[in-house]
C-alpha cells in the first residue's frame, strides 16, 4: 500500500461521512469488499477476485450539491451529512468530477450577483434547492440542472449567459421545478434554458443520451468492467431471446444487441425509456424494444402470455427485485441470468429465491463502482438446472 492511494486527507471526512472507507489504503478497501462478498455470497460460489481502479480519484460523472442558508443568512452548498438534512459546506471532493465542483462553486458566486436566494428548508422559502452537473467523460459535453422551488426564475437568460461565459464547456443548461418537500432532488417539471436538454456518453462502443432524470452509472471507468463481463457471462451466440430488465437508458442490453437475436428492455422511468428509444435509433440498433413498467408486472404479464427468453440481465436498485419479478423469471425459464446488484445483502436474499428453485449460481464478479465509500457491485451468473444438463441433481 503507498500513501498516494490513501485519501491524502480530506477536511470533509469527519463530517460528511460519504466515503466510510478512507481511512484504508485502497488495496486494503478492495480486500475489505472482496472479503464482504465473499461473506454474503461465498455460500452460493466461489468469488472472483474484485476489479479495482488504476486511479480511484474523482470518478463521479454525476455531482449533486444541496443549497442551503445558514443562521446568518450565508449561502452554503455541499452534501447533505449521512442520514441527517445538514448540509457539509463541500466546494471540491476527491471522488467528484472537479469540473463539476468548479461549476457548482460559480452558481453559488452567482446568486449572490443576481440576488437570488438558496432555499431555506426550515423556513421553506427560498429559490436555489440544488445543482446537478451530469459529464459525459468520453464526449466532454457537461449537464448542469439548476432546480428550483419555483418556477419563477428572474433574469434566467443572463444568469444562463453568465454561467456558460465562467463554465464555456457547458453543453446544456435546464431548470427543474421542484416545489415540493420532500428529499427527492429533482421534480417533475423541467425547462431547457439552453443546449439540448441531456448529453451523450459513450460507453462500449455505444452511444448514449442521458437525460437530467434518467439513471445512468456514475462511474463509466468501471462501467465497462461491469458491462463487459455481463455480456461476456450471458455466452450469447446471436440467436438468443434476452431480457433487459431494470434497463434505464437501455446500456446492458444495447452492449448485448450485437451478439443476440432480439433483445427486450422493460424500465419504470418514463424519461429512461424514451432516451433508451432514441439511444437504439441513434446506434442503429434494430433488434431492441422497450417497454415503461414495472418490471414485475411485466414479466408477469408476459410469462402468463407463455413468453420465454433465453437470457434475462437483471439489475435492480438497491432494494433488489421482488416476489412478483422472481416468481415470473421462474415461468419465462431462461437458461441464464446474469444479476448485477449494487446491493449483496438483497441479491443474496434473492439468490436465495432463485437456487432454491431450480437455479445454480455459476460465476460472482465483484467490481469497484464506488472507491471509498462502503459500496460494492457484483455481477452473478445463474443457470438453471436441466434434468439432462451434466450439472443437474
Ligand atoms: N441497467 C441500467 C439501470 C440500472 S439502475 C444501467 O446499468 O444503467 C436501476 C433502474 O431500475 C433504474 O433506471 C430505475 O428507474 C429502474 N427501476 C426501479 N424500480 C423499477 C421497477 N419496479 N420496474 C422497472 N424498473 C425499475
Known sequence: MTERQMLPGCPYAK????????????????????AQ????????????PILGMENPYHYRNKVQAAFGVTRDRRIVSGIYQSSSHRIVPVDSC??????ADAIIVTVRELLRSFKLTAYDERREQGFLRHVLVKRGFSTGEIMVVLVTSTPVFPAKRRFTQALRARHPDI???????NPYRTSLVLGEREEVLYGKGYIEDVLCGCRFRISARSFYQINPVQTEQLYQKAVELAGLTGVE???????????????????????IGVELNRDAVRDAIANARANGIRNIYFHTADAGEWMASIAEQGERADVVFMDPPRAGSDDRFLSSLMLLAPRRVVYISCNPETQERD????????YQVKAIQPVDMFPHTHHVETVVLLFRRTPDSPDAG
Open 37 to 48: 462478498v465473499r461473506r454474503l455470497l461465498g455460500k452460493f460460489h466461489q468469488v472472483e
Open 351 to 358: 439468490l436465495r429465491f432463485l437456487t432454491a428453485r431450480g
Open 241 to 263: 431471446t434476452v431480457i433487459d430488465a431494470y434497463c434505464g437508458i437501455g446500456t446492458i442490453g444495447m452492449v448485448a444487441s450485437a451478439h443476440a437475436g432480439r433483445v
Open 15 to 34: 463530517k460528511c461521512g460519504g466515503c466510510q472507507l478512507q481511512n484504508l489504503s485502497y488495496p486494503e478497501q478492495l480486500k475489505w469488499k472482496q
Open 94 to 99: 476527491q471522488i467528484e468530477d472537479s469540473k
Open 171 to 177: 453543453t446544456t443548461v435546464l431548470m427543474n421545478v
